[in-house]
């Protein structure tokens, strides 16, 4: 090829340069003319060299096609569609300076050798400082209980996670955090997990310690979320970590013309707040519905209907229904959205012994406690709307009601500001005003904590990858 484009180069260059005498004037412009084709010489040049050395390579074995993902999978991207191994062909491993390499977050390596299936890891690190006065620090019941007047590490997690071969992805979270006032700070397995993508009918398969999918900000983690604290009623109805299991969790997506998600899952019930019956051979059941509707190129609604059942450590039912909604606004050719408003309700339905003394003769020291079974019903709910007129500047506030699960009701009201200086640093501000109806289980050490004013400050950071977070 490059014998070939010799000889009309110098043609042309001696037609240039022969117009170039007959013409003095032009002679300056003749002379850049030609450095630009003698640039474009080498290029050729150099071209057809690469193209002979691509032709003297034998031609590569073709890679097995990935089957593709059951419909309503969670999208992955391209890097991460790791080929087949081949027998026989050359394995190329990541140099130390490949390894070190900056690179682009939420995406694998982009240039893979044959046979190597790399993961993904990154770590998030969350951090909270609250305030508050002094009765509520001495009675312990802020909304950090026994952190009161701190600044400690929430959450600190180390994320591995990545497709372990063209049919499952796998991942683990290992998190760390302070728990309460003076302990060390521990290390926990907070999940782990494979998920089988393809299985028939368009179903796939989770298995392991996961967060449970049941309404929508509970798989969130906290880092995640977007106010400093979780809602009320999961704090009261599950615990501070939410709900969290060990066990099977099957999806299954529909051919509909919108997306519509039915899941199921079984678990151990080791939530010791709702449940704490442990056994898989008593499970814990779940179920979840979710609908996404993009209204218009600016307009997307989701909703869902959520439900777990399972029994307690006393071996009574606890069945908790729910919903949640969400609406997002995105104005044309906008990155993020410009207003996000959403809510969850959750009921309590806790079969309770009660029991009562019957006198059975006038003897008052004969009595017979005798048990009655009664279904305790309570409802909680939160809503919140966040709006971001700037990329990187967001505010919001969250409004909670909950009916305690014993007895009472309380209620919060948040406002808070995000700034991110990038996509994977993160501040926080917020303020928090709660009122409750009684003091009872909010008193200790003389002093109550039935109304209680805090200010929050949470700082965020992601080094490495992190998986996408849902809609």
Known sequence: MRKAFRPGIMVLLATLASWTFASPARAQEAEALRRELEQMRKQVEALSERLRRLEAQPPPAAPVAAPTPAAGAQPQSVAMQAPTPTPGAPSSAPSVMDLVRPRQPFALYQQRGAGQLLFDMGITGDFIGNVTQRNVDKAGAGTFRGRENRFFPREVELNLFGQIDPYARGEVRIESGEEARGQETGVSLAEAHLTLLTLPFNTQLKIGQMRARYGWSNQLHDEAMPWPDRPGVYRYFFGEEGLSEK??????????????????????????????????????????????????????????????????????????PGFDVRYKYRPD??????????GEGIWSLRRREVTRDVVVSEDPLETLAVGNHRTFTRFGWYTYAELQPFRRWAGGVRYDYTELPDRGREWALEPYVSFRPSEFLRFRAGYKLTERSQDNGFSANGASARHVDELFFQATFVLGAHPAHPF
Do not use: K, M
């Open 247 to 320: 066990g099977f969790e099957a999806t299954w997506v529909p051919g509909l013309p919108f997306y519509l998600e039915v899941l199921g899952g079984l678990f151990n019930g080791d939530n010791e707040t709702a449940f704490g019956r442990g056994r898989i051979s008593e499970p814990l059941v779940t179920g979840r519905v979710r609908a996404f509707f993009d209204l218009t190129d600016e307009h997307a609604l989701q909703i869902g209907a959520s439900v777990v059942s399972g029994l307690t450590s006393e071996r009574q039912r606890h069945t908790l």
């Open 333 to 342: 050719g906008w990155l993020h959205p410009l207003l996000t408003l959403g």
